[in-house]
């Protein structure tokens, strides 16, 4: 039996002009003119309503849209319908169907998507099927290809605030290409290769954006005998295998609790709270006073059977941070339970007076909650009500990515009662001349692309295709003016970068426009190429190339001065040069460095080192 099963859908913006009007599709730091909405779930053309768009509602959010005029317009507004859709975005969508083999629909239509998260002004995503049954080669393995969609992004996030959550309308409107696998891969790493793999096709086609949060993934993962989950929006590929492997280690933990409830004869717990803020009114605990300082509540409900699964002793079982997350969605910092305390300021005195008053038994447990009522009784209840689902197992869910490898609970997986027709976009006719056209004009494949510039830069087949598997391959071409170029462009991409991700350093700010007024300044003759990566830092770090060569003292010596420097060298060191001849230019080279590097290229000083010392044992 397979240990996982994983599917991953790629969401690609394109560099074209938005998809359904003429903006420009680019972020700004312009806030613009600002707008507030509040948005509600409709039911599906099935007069169904989707359970994610429900459980979203019921957080009783507030929107506040900026809408910078360079980048945004009324249609973004939702205040004027959409144009039609944008005829490049529309090529690039079937240039990648038939680059994955893909049968491509014959008429597209675009959807309408229930999204009431603010992240859509309307309370949809438009969204079109273009092509279905594709395949992609993986060292041997067919991995399916579901469908390729065509689709708008969302807004972006820029602060939320109590019960306001703020989006700037840059992204709005920017167009995404949405692959979709079939859920073919068995082995974490695995889905690291599929993405990097797609990500090299749709860079081929030289039609796609770069740079940090251009490409997403979200991952849909479940275990025998777990159920489908969909941690959404992850960007860092490195992690995507350190995202698969935890969420396999949760949902174990979940079945492993589930099959302890039952040997117990757990029963659903009443869906309901009590309040026992009389209790607790003198307590130390910090979260608990503040609450009823401020006129709040606390909040507590009963767990029969449900000791030492909240937390065991060893932490390996933790369906009280489940639980915590789903009462975080209404707005609260979390919850207290009993496999936890007494702690956080509650005694071992106020968890005795609560189990008396909930008539708890031995094994039984408690869940309390404390904030303005509002929030707290909701977020009780969604807690208990996630308890509940323990009996069940893995409930299928939206996580969102940490960081640190980890997911979150967003919200419950969305169903078929979210997606209805869009009556305000023309269909697109796809004709057979048209697919021919494109199919006799693909771009190169990434294998042919590796080969290609192994041969033509004169680096090895190993460094071409990690350059095309890391996505360098395309800044590597524009900075290889001449092989000598290549060597320097090949070796900062494959290992100045890595060495300096273990130092720590972030290379998100780093972008293909500072590397490349690096590498113009490098040929340029203003420094060595031994000073690239101290360069390459301090551009990461936010500063500039004429900033970062005064700040590191660069700046070309020219031979005079270089032979100078060379010559204290040697002079300060007299009896070793006298006493090793020759053989003491190896031992003072790296001496010379330490005053040369990133001021003299490294050979032209071993050999000026060399003419110098020669010269001082002549006499």
Avoid at 245 to 261: F, G, P, T
Avoid at 442 to 453: D, F, G
Wanted: charge should be negative; include cysteine; charged fraction near 30%.
């Amino acid at each position: 039996m397979e240990q996982v099963t994983c599917g991953i859908e790629i969401h690609q913006q394109l560099d074209t002009h938005k998809l359904f009007c003429s903006c420009r599709s680019r972020l700004v730091d312009d806030e613009g003119k600002c707008f507030r909405r509040r948005l509600r779930p409709t039911q599906s053309e099935m007069g169904e309503v989707d359970r994610a768009a429900l459980a979203q509602s019921e957080r009783r959010m507030h929107f506040a849209y900026q809408a910078p005029a360079e980048v945004s317009c009324l249609v973004e507004a939702d205040e004027e319908p959409p144009h039609d859709a944008d005829a490049e975005a529309m090529q690039a969508s079937l240039i990648v169907s038939s680059m994955l083999n893909c049968h491509v629909v014959d008429e597209v239509h675009f959807m309408r998507k229930i999204v009431i998260d603010g992240s859509n002004t309307s309370g949809f995503q438009r969204t079109a099927l273009v092509a279905v049954d594709g395949n992609l080669d993986l060292n041997g393995r067919r991995i399916g290809i579901l469908s390729l969609c065509l689709e708008e992004d969302a807004a972006r996030k820029v602060e939320t605030k109590d019960r306001e959550v703020t989006y700037r309308l840059d992204r709005l409107g920017i167009p995404l290409i949405e692959i979709a696998t079939a859920p073919d891969m068995h082995d974490p790493d695995e889905v690291k290769e599929v993405a990097q793999r797609l990500g090299s096709i749709l860079r081929s086609t030289r039609k796609v954006k770069r740079g940090l949060g251009t490409i997403r993934e979200d991952i849909n993962i479940s275990v025998p005998g777990g159920a489908r989950v969909e941690i959404k929006g992850a960007q860092d590929l490195s992690l995507l295998p350190a995202y698969v492997r935890n969420e396999m280690e949760r949902q174990r933990s979940l079945i492993e609790i589930k099959e302890l409830l039952r040997e117990r004869g757990a029963m659903p717990v009443p869906v309901m709270v009590r309040n026992v803020s009389s209790l607790l009114k003198d307590s130390r605990s910090k979260v608990i006073r503040s609450a009823l300082s401020k006129g709040g509540k606390v909040f507590c409900s009963a767990l029969p059977l449900f000791a030492g699964t909240l937390r065991s002793a060893d932490g390996h079982l933790r369906l009280g941070a489940e639980m915590a997350q789903y009462a975080r969605s209404h707005g609260v910092a979390g919850i207290f339970h009993s496999d936890e305390l007494p702690a956080y300021g509650i005694t071992a005195e106020e968890v005795q007076a609560i189990g008396k008053e909930l008539e708890l038994r031995e094994g039984d447990a408690f869940a309390l909650c404390a904030d303005m009522a509002d929030r707290a009784e909701p977020a009780l209840l969604a807690a208990v009500a996630r308890a509940n689902q323990a009996l069940i197992g893995v409930p299928e869910e939206t996580r969102d990515p940490l960081p640190d490898g980890t997911s979150v609970y967003s919200r419950p997986l969305p169903g078929a009662g979210r997606m209805y027709p869009e009556t305000d976009v023309r269909p697109i006719p796809i004709g057979r001349d048209r697919l021919e056209a494109i199919r006799n004009d693909l771009p190169e494949l990434p294998e042919v692309r590796m080969l290609r510039i192994s041969k033509e830069y004169g680096i090895n087949e190993q460094q071409s295709r990690q350059l095309v598997k890391d996505g360098h391959d395309d800044l590597f071409e524009e900075l290889s003016t001449d092989r000598t170029m290549a060597a320097v462009a090949a070796r900062t991409f494959l290992n100045t970068y890595p060495e300096m991700q273990k130092e720590g350093v972030d290379l998100d700010p780093l972008t293909d426009e500072m590397v490349r007024n690096a590498f113009a300044a490098l040929s340029a003759g203003r420094f060595a190429k031994e000073a690239l990566p101290s360069l390459l830092k301090e551009l990461a770090r936010g500063s500039d190339v004429d900033k970062a060569i005064v700040s590191l003292g660069l700046g070309q010596l020219d031979q005079q001065d270089a032979a100078g420097i060379i010559d204290t060298i040697i002079r300060e060191r007299a009896d070793f040069v006298r006493e090793k001849g020759e053989g003491a230019v190896g031992p003072l080279m790296g001496v010379a460095m330490k005053e040369l590097r990133g001021k003299v290229d490294g050979k032209k000083a071993a050999d000026l080192l060399k003419e110098r010392v020669q010269a001082f044992l002549r006499g």
